[in-house]
């Protein structure tokens, strides 16, 4: 069991037959009344967002959530194919599971596949990619104070916006978190 008190992001719980993770929650305590606990929570299995309100002191059971790590090989169609790194099953995952995020990965990355009682919800992308700019304009050498940036496609498809002084064919690194530039690879 946890208590809303103990609300933190990441966690995951079970509310009225739905499995919730939390992404973001705020303890508030106002001069006049009981203190509560802000959150915004993501039911899992179908990927909404609710803002709700939890008097802290409110207890729900725990959800364990499984994340097995397995390696993405290839798509057809609407299907994503994904192998078992222990027993090297494969395991086709439809393109409504996969988030936003999931436009960084390319074929053989490992990825964490999350699911709850053997039902996938979801795929996590790693934190950090490595990725090929393919197509941009060219670069400005020397143009590194100011913060200006320009549309890049990577080998993935994804557009992102990086640097001006970053060239076609160029390996950069990007937070697939936030689909944001990094460095240099």
Do not use: W
């Not at 719980?13 to 305590?29: A, L, R, T």
């Not at 397995?70 to 099953?89: I, V």
């Not at 670069?139 to 076609?168: C, H, Q, R, S, Y």
């Amino acid at each position: 069991m946890v208590s809303a008190g103990d609300f933190r992001n990441g966690i995951t719980f079970e509310m009225d037959g739905n499995v919730y993770s939390i992404i973001e929650f705020q303890h508030v305590k106002p001069g006049k009344g009981a203190a509560f606990v802000r959150t915004k929570i993501r039911n899992v299995i179908t990927g909404s967002v609710v803002e709700k309100t939890f008097n802290p002191n409110d207890k729900y059971p725990t959800a364990f959530i499984d994340r097995k790590d397995m390696q993405y090989l290839y798509n057809d169609g609407d299907l994503y194919y994904f192998m078992d790194l222990e027993s090297y099953e494969q395991l086709p995952i439809n393109k409504s599971v996969l988030g936003d995020n999931f436009k960084f990965v390319k074929e053989n990355m490992e990825c964490k596949v999350l699911s709850y009682k053997g039902s996938v919800f979801g795929v996590e992308p790693p934190f950090f990619v490595e990725l090929q700019v393919t197509k941009t304009d060219p670069g400005f050498k020397g143009d590194t104070a100011t913060n200006a940036t320009k549309p890049a496609t990577l080998e993935t498809g994804a557009e992102i916006k990086v640097p001006l002084f970053i060239d076609e064919g160029e390996m950069i690194r990007v937070d697939t978190r936030t689909g944001e530039y990094m460095e240099r690879a």
